[in-house]
């Protein structure tokens, strides 16, 4: 267990707040000349969802929480449930609330491997408090509809479909059947693979 002292609590990390492992989502170290510096941060709990609003000073710190990364597959979706498996291990299914999946879910797709963030509280219990998917990924186009001559009203996009169901913008040129590279965190098209 490591303890991060009030400057190193940063975004991305994971710490203990509550006894509920949170995810720093903003930090602001602020000095002001009267006063000591301080860290202003907004975590996520990571159980509940919840946003927290906190303030680090000088003299304190935080717990890093013990996560692992493990490497699941995800299997499928069914009303409203997650199903996913070890990798080398399909018969050990379990499922993962919605919740865990913020924006992943819009492109999960089947049979691929994801990240699931693993708390290991001090009960030596493991908990999943959030999956993370490779920054790329690559997916079939369902569909695309046909690149209209002269039509430059969406600056040369068009909307398209991708095999999972996932609708974004792509260029023009992107069509039915072609393989094309998604950036996962913002949800934009990077490239035709």
């Known amino acids: 267990m490591s303890q991060l002292q009030y400057n190193e609590i940063r975004e991305k990390k994971i710490i203990i707040y509550d006894d509920e492992p949170c995810e720093v989502v903003e930090s602001h170290v602020a000095r002001t000349q009267q006063r000591k510096p301080q860290n ?35 299997l499928y979706h069914n009303r409203g449930e997650y199903w996913f498996c ?51 990924m690559t997916f079939r186009v369902k569909e695309a509809p046909p690149a209209v001559r002269g039509d430059t009203s969406k600056g040369g996009m068009k909307l398209i479909t991708l095999e999972n169901g996932a609708t974004l913008n792509a260029p023009m040129f992107v069509k039915e059947g072609d393989m094309v590279s998604i950036n996962t965190e913002t949800g934009e098209y990077v490239e035709r693979v």
Request: hydrophobic share 35%; net charge negative.
């Open 40 to 74: 202003q941060v907004k975590l996520k709990s990571l159980i509940s969802g919840k946003t927290i609003s906190a303030t680090f000073h000088v003299s304190e710190s935080a717990e890093e929480a013990d996560v692992e990364k493990q490497e699941i597959k995800f």
């Open 86 to 136: 070890e990798p080398n291990n399909p018969k050990n299914r379990f499922k993962l609330d919605a919740g865990l999946l913020e924006n992943s879910n819009k492109f999960l797709k089947e049979n691929s491997n994801v990240i699931a963030l693993v708390w290991i509280n001090e009960n030596e219990e493991e908990k999943t408090i959030k999956i993370t998917l490779p920054i790329k």
